[in-house]
C-alpha cells in the first residue's frame, strides 16, 4: 500500500468503536481490496477478546480482504452479530459469493453461535444466497434469532435457496433438541415473486417463532399472499406485519385477514399500496372488530379503498385503545370522503390517530373496469370465499409437504330434501309454502364459508316477499332463520357475506365482475324485519347503514322500500349508542 493509504486507513480505523464486544467500522468507505489492505484492521480483530459483534457496514471488501478477514475470525467463538450489510459495493457479483464463503467458514471453523446477520443492501442476487447457504445450515445458524436480507436482489431462485436452507437449519437444529427460533426476518426489495413466497412460506410455517416479518417491494400477488398468510397464522408472537407494495386484491386480503383471526399478540399492520380494495379493507374491520387486541399501527394506503369502507375500517378501531396510527392515504375516498371521515374519527375521539389524507385519488370512476389483470395467469384461482373458512387449505398443503400430520378437514356437508333443492333451483311461492315447517331446513343450505352462495340464497328467499300475511310468514321466518346462522358466525365470515350481498344489489363495486340482481322492493323489506331481531348486531347495521347512506340513488327503484331500511338501521345504530 502506498503511504497515503496507510496512513488514510490508519485514520480511519483510530475513528473505530472499540468496547461492549463490538467492533465497528461502519460507514468509514474504506476500500479493502487485498491482504495487504486489512493488515490494522485484522490485527485489531485479532486482538480483540471477547467479540461478539462486528460492523463492516459501508465498506467494499474484495476476495481477498475477506479471507484475510476471515482468517481473523476462526479463533471467534464468542461471535454472535455480524453486521454486514452494503459491503460489496462496485464489486463483480461473481465475487461475492467467494468472499462470503470465506467469511461462513470462518464463523464455522470458530463455532460461533450467531443471533443475528445482516447482508441487507448488497446486490448479490441468487448466487450471493449459496455463498451463505452452508452457514445458514450450519450449528452457527441454530441459534439464529434476526436474519436480514433487505435489497438483496435474491430473486425466486435465491429465495428458493434460502428456504431450504432455513427448513434444514431447522430440521438438524430440532435434531439436536434446540429448534431454529427465527424472530425477525427482512427481506424486502428481493422479487421474490410467487414462487419463492410459497417457499418461504414453508420455512415460517416450520419455525413457527417469527415476531417480525417484512417483505416489502416483492412482487408477491395474491397466490403467493395467500401462501404467506397461511403460515403467518402458526406464527402465534407475531408483533409486526410488513407486506406494503405487494399486490393482494381480495384473495390475498381475506387469506390475511383469516390469518390474522388468530394472532392476538400484532402491533403494526402495513399492507399499504397492496391493493386491497374495500371488499378485503371491509374483511380486516371484521378482524379488527373481534380480535387484534394491541394493534398500533394500521396501514392501508394506496389500496383503492373506497369512502364507505374506510368508514368501516374507522368504526372498526373503536375500541382498539392502544391504537396511535391508522394510515388510509392514497385511496378513492373523495374531498367529502376526507372530511366525513376525519370527522368520524374525531367524534370517537380518534382524531389524533388519523394519517394525512392528502394524497387521496379522488372519488372512483363509476365506468372504471375492477377486472383483476394482476390475477390472470395464475394457476391457485380459488374461491376468495374460501378464505372464509376456520381452516385455510393452504395449511394442508404446507404441513403435508413438509411431513406434519394434520386432522382432517371435512366441512359439514347439509343434507337436504328433494323438496328444498327444488325451491332453490326455481324458487316460488307456492313451493316455499309446501315446505311448511322443513322451510327452515333452507338455514342448511347456507354455508357460513360461502357468502357468494349464501348472498344467492337470501336474496331468492327475499324476492318471494308479498304482504299476503300467509306468504309474509313464511317468507320472514325462513329469512329470521337463515339470518340467524349467518350472523352469529365470525364477524370475518358474517362481514363476508354482508359485502357480497352489497356488491349482488349495486351498493358496493365488487373487485371482480359479478351480476347483479334486479332489486326488489320486498329483499329491502326482508332486510328492514332482519334489522330490527336481536339476532341482527348494531355492527352489522352500521356497516349496512353507511353503505345505503352514501348509495341511495342505487336504491331509487324501491324508494319507499329503501326508505324503511334506512329508518330501521338508523334506529338500530342509534340505540346502541
Keep these: 500500500m502506498a503511504s497515503d493509504d496507510i496512513a488514510q486507513l490508519a485514520d480511519a480505523l483510530s475513528k473505530t468503536h472499540v468496547g461492549d464486544g463490538e467492533l465497528s467500522y461502519k460507514g468509514l468507505g474504506l476500500k479493502l481490496d487485498n491482504a495487504a489492505s486489512v493488515e490494522e484492521l485484522v490485527r485489531e480483530i485479532e486482538q480483540y477478546q471477547g467479540l461478539r459483534a462486528l460492523r463492516l457496514e459501508g465498506n467494499t471488501v474484495g476476495v481477498d480482504a475477506a479471507r484475510a478477514i476471515a482468517k481473523a475470525l476462526e479463533s471467534k467463538d464468542q461471535l454472535q452479530r455480524c453486521y454486514w450489510s452494503d459491503m460489496f459495493t462496485g464489486r463483480l457479483r461473481s465475487e461475492i459469493p467467494t468472499a462470503l464463503r470465506s467469511l461462513g467458514s470462518a464463523l464455522m471453523s470458530?463455532?460461533?453461535?450467531?443471533t443475528e446477520l445482516d447482508l441487507s443492501?448488497?446486490?448479490?442476487?441468487?448466487?450471493?444466497?449459496?455463498?451463505?447457504?452452508?452457514?445458514?445450515?450450519?450449528?452457527?445458524?441454530?441459534?439464529?434469532?434476526?436474519?436480514?436480507?433487505?435489497?438483496?436482489?435474491?430473486?425466486?431462485g435465491g429465495g428458493k435457496i434460502l428456504a431450504e436452507a432455513l427448513i434444514e437449519c431447522h430440521r438438524?437444529?430440532?435434531?439436536?433438541?434446540?429448534?431454529?427460533?427465527?424472530?425477525?426476518?427482512?427481506?424486502?426489495?428481493n422479487r421474490l415473486e410467487n414462487e419463492g413466497a410459497r417457499a418461504l412460506s414453508r420455512a415460517f410455517q416450520l419455525m413457527g417463532s417469527l415476531e417480525e416479518v417484512h417483505m416489502p417491494q416483492n412482487g408477491i400477488n395474491y397466490a403467493g399472499v395467500m401462501a404467506l398468510a397461511s403460515a403467518m397464522r402458526h406464527n402465534p408472537e407475531l408483533r409486526v406485519?410488513?407486506?406494503?407494495?405487494?399486490?393482494?386484491?381480495?384473495?390475498?386480503?381475506?387469506?390475511?385477514a383469516q390469518a390474522l383471526r388468530h394472532l392476538r399478540n400484532v402491533q403494526v399492520i402495513n399492507f399499504g399500496d397492496c391493493l386491497v380494495r374495500s371488499e378485503g379493507a371491509i374483511a380486516l374491520a371484521a378482524v379488527l372488530r373481534e380480535g387484534l387486541p394491541i394493534l398500533k399501527e394500521l396501514n392501508l394506503s394506496f389500496g383503492e379503498i373506497t369512502e364507505e369502507a374506510a368508514l368501516v375500517v374507522a368504526q372498526a378501531v373503536t375500541d382498539k385503545p392502544h391504537m396511535e396510527k391508522v394510515d388510509l392515504n392514497g385511496n378513492c375516498l373523495g374531498e367529502e370522503g376526507c372530511e366525513e371521515l376525519r370527522e368520524a374519527m374525531e367524534n370517537m375521539d380518534k382524531g389524533d390517530v388519523l394519517a394525512s389524507l392528502s394524497d387521496d385519488e379522488g372519488e372512483p370512476?363509476?365506468?372504471?373496469?375492477?377486472?383483476?389483470?394482476d390475477e390472470e395467469g395464475d394457476d391457485d384461482d380459488d374461491d376468495a370465499s374460501d378464505h372464509c373458512n376456520e381452516d385455510d387449505e393452504q395449511d394442508s398443503d404446507i404441513l403435508k409437504e413438509n411431513g406434519i400430520p394434520r386432522k382432517e378437514y371435512s366441512p359439514e356437508k347439509p343434507q337436504s330434501s328433494a323438496e328444498v333443492m327444488s325451491f332453490l333451483s326455481c324458487p316460488s311461492t307456492e313451493k316455499l309454502l309446501q315446505l311448511g315447517e322443513t322451510r327452515t331446513d333452507l338455514r342448511q343450505q347456507v354455508d357460513v364459508s360461502d357468502p357468494h352462495k349464501a348472498a344467492d340464497v337470501f336474496l331468492k328467499i327475499a324476492s318471494l316477499y308479498k304482504e299476503d300475511p300467509e306468504?309474509?310468514?313464511?317468507?320472514?321466518?325462513t329469512i329470521d332463520a337463515v339470518l340467524n346462522k349467518l350472523l352469529s358466525a365470525s364477524a370475518l365470515q358474517s362481514y363476508c357475506f354482508l359485502s357480497t350481498l352489497l356488491v349482488m344489489i349495486g351498493l358496493l363495486k365488487g373487485e371482480k365482475k359479478m351480476k347483479k340482481v334486479s332489486l326488489l322492493p320486498g329483499q329491502l323489506l326482508c332486510l328492514e324485519h332482519a334489522v330490527q331481531q336481536d339476532y341482527f348486531p348494531q355492527h352489522h347495521a352500521s356497516l349496512l347503514h353507511t353503505f345505503i347512506s352514501k348509495n341511495r340513488e342505487?336504491?331509487?327503484?324501491?324508494?319507499s322500500a329503501g326508505e324503511r331500511l334506512s329508518s330501521a338501521l338508523e334506529k338500530k345504530c342509534h340505540d346502541q349508542h
Design 110 to 114: 470458530a463455532g460461533a453461535r450467531l
Design 121 to 156: 443492501d448488497n446486490a448479490f442476487g441468487p448466487d450471493g444466497v449459496k455463498g451463505i447457504e452452508q452457514l445458514l445450515k450450519s450449528p452457527s445458524c441454530h441459534t439464529l434469532r434476526e436474519l436480514k436480507l433487505n435489497n438483496c436482489g435474491m430473486g425466486i
Design 172 to 189: 438438524q437444529s430440532s435434531a439436536h433438541g434446540a429448534p431454529l427460533r427465527l424472530r425477525v426476518f427482512i427481506a424486502g426489495r
Design 241 to 256: 406485519l410488513n407486506f406494503n407494495d405487494n399486490t393482494f386484491t381480495k384473495n390475498g386480503t381475506l387469506a390475511m
Design 365 to 373: 370512476d363509476e365506468d372504471d373496469d375492477d377486472g383483476d389483470d
Design 471 to 477: 306468504i309474509k310468514t313464511a317468507v320472514l321466518e
Design 554 to 559: 342505487a336504491l331509487k327503484s324501491c324508494s
